[in-house]
């Protein structure tokens, strides 16, 4: 799995972590940020969302297309830079008016070109390890363990967001309740229900502290909404401090990857080895071939990027907010960390050529199972959780799955039966599919958003529901996500690398741009009809894309 791996890759993976850690601690609380603070109905903020997601993956293809020019590396520190400033501006509080607004659109909007900048040129240099003859054969394996390096630094992020939210209510005399924010700006705006007052009332008393439970109504919800608004900006903050890490890691390993960072006019002007050149009808055929691909994985990022928003909202408000048994042992992140550690150590028992290897590893598996078991045996009977924790599973389900999709995928390549990589992407649709099937069959029964009116749902269902949906989809985006990865920077012309990587990204953008069509119907639909009509889409895009299977291994080989 690691043998004979360039040194660059832990490099730049281990980069590009740091990075993802701070993006995915802001996004875990980001949705719900926008409607604690500014109130805005369940269209607005995923108007919102959808259109800063959309941009955060477009601008790779602006990114692609300065990097061609002017070099990866310089990009990609440039990139850092730029979204250090807009995490910056995410952290300053402010009140929820127009300047409120316009200060957190301009932080988005500098975040989206830094990653521009930043994501797509790092990608392109860790394919570019893998021109080398010696290392050709491991790319698809590689970009397996690049996703699993990134997925750590996201597995920890709502983690790390929830701990500074908790954090910093705690300190303002406060415990996070999920339907406080939607009913305390309703009362603020004069559109609650005597019902609902009565149900707000009794939430103000569950808070730790007297004073704050003995506010008038009114005066608790503006303290409220303003201390968990400003609890979110100081989880914003923790993403400034990985960038910092993030960009130490990557001069400290620049040694290591320094000859991956040249594009075509740099390698020529060097010297060094020619390009491969393709004729025009090559290159024709391999950027078509591409963009079949690429309008294929928009159904897939709608999809899959319901994490932040809608499977949010169905956290927040169809999920029962405590757990017990072993379900609680899935929201306590050193547990999850460590039954994450032991799959390597598992396999390098079994893989290892040398018996004290295997011994060793063997032992430390052993050792990381006893210490999660003693830490939930310490753990309460009964775990208060938040909505924002399910967004952990994603991440700890690509760092636990990863080795077993890599030996599967490895068995399969030595019987020579290993799909092509736009067939594993025409699979990973299908499964996405499945995923939300799971959503509709636990959304049978429950009220539509509408019915609930800002409350939670009376009857809500088990939490396994929403493991079980982000189980599926991880399977699903082992199948596309790093593979795709590695189909452009195998498949795309020499001199367009950074392009064709940036258009990867803009499909990405596509996709993230339409998750806002859940949101657009939250409100308007039943429950079910939601996850249904992402079902749907992921199944006619697998059917679109094996249709299309053979036209692209053609352009392709």
């Not at 008016?97 to 860790?126: P, R």
Request: with cysteine; glycine share 8%.
């Amino acid at each position: 799995m690691f043998k004979g791996q360039p040194k660059g890759l832990y490099a730049l993976a281990l980069a590009n972590t740091g990075e993802r850690f701070g993006y995915y601690t802001m996004l875990a609380i980001f949705m719900l940020f926008l409607q604690a603070k500014f109130g805005w109905e369940h269209a607005t903020a995923s108007h919102l969302y959808a259109i800063f997601m959309a941009v955060v993956y477009f601008m790779p293809v602006v990114g692609g297309w300065v990097a061609d020019r002017a070099g990866y590396g310089k990009c990609v520190v440039t990139g850092i830079c730029v979204m250090f400033v807009g995490y910056v501006m995410l952290t300053i509080p402010t009140a929820p008016n127009a300047f409120g607004i316009v200060l957190m659109i301009g932080a988005l909007l500098m975040i989206a070109l830094g990653t521009g900048l930043f994501k797509g040129n790092l990608q392109v240099m860790i394919g570019n390890l893998y021109d080398d003859p010696k290392y050709a054969a491991k790319r698809d394996s590689a970009f397996s363990l690049f996703y699993m390096a990134i997925n750590i630094g996201a597995m920890f992020a709502p983690f790390a967001a929830t701990a500074i939210t908790n954090k910093f209510l705690a300190k303002a005399g406060l415990v996070y309740r999920a339907d406080i924010p939607a009913l305390a700006h309703q009362l603020l705006k004069g559109a609650i229900s005597p019902g609902t007052t009565e149900r707000l009332s009794a939430l103000q008393a569950q808070m730790p502290d007297p004073a704050v439970a003995g506010m008038e109504l009114s005066d608790f919800c503006r303290y409220y909404v303003e201390h968990l608004s400003s609890s979110y900006n100081m989880g914003f903050a923790v993403a400034c401090v990985s960038l910092i890490v993030s960009i130490a890691i990557y001069f400290a390993g620049r040694k290591w990857f320094k000859h991956a960072d040249v594009n075509a006019k740099q390698a020529a002007t060097a010297g060094g080895a020619p390009m491969v050149e393709l004729t025009p009808k090559q290159t024709r055929e391999r950027v078509v071939a591409l963009c079949m691909v690429f309008s294929v994985v928009i159904f897939f990022w709608m999809a899959f990027q319901q994490n932040g928003q809608s499977l949010t909202w169905f956290a927040r408000d169809y999920t029962q907010q405590v757990v017990s048994g072993w379900t609680k042992a899935g929201f306590n992140m050193w547990i999850l960390g460590l039954l994450a550690v032991s799959v390597y150590t598992l396999f390098g028992a079994f893989q290892s050529t040398k018996k004290n290897n295997r011994l060793l590893c063997g032992a430390l598996t052993l050792a990381l199972w006893a210490v999660a078991l003693v830490l939930y045996l310490r753990m309460p009977e009964v775990l208060e959780i938040q909505p924002q924790l399910f967004q952990q599973f994603n991440p700890f389900f690509v760092v636990l799955l990863t080795p077993v999709v890599m030996g599967i995928f490895d068995a399969m390549a030595r019987k020579d039966r290993e799909p092509s990589a736009p067939m594993k992407i025409g699979i990973g649709m299908f499964v996405a599919a499945l995923g939300y099937v799971v959503m509709i069959i636990a959304s049978v029964g429950q009220p539509s958003p509408a019915a609930l009116s800002g409350t939670v749902s009376p009857d809500p269902v088990v939490p396994t529901y929403l493991m079980g949906t982000y189980l599926v989809l991880t399977f699903a985006e082992l199948l596309l996500s790093p593979m795709g990865i590695s189909f452009v920077t195998k498949v795309a012309p020499p001199k367009m690398k950074g392009l064709m990587m940036g258009l990867w990204f803009a499909a990405s953008a596509i996709g993230n741009y339409l998750t806002m069509i859940p949101g657009l119907l939250w409100m308007r639909v039943p429950l079910w009809a939601n996850w249904a009509i992402l079902s749907g889409l992921c199944a006619l895009a697998g059917l679109i894309m094996f249709s299309m299977l053979r036209r692209i291994n053609a352009a392709t080989q």
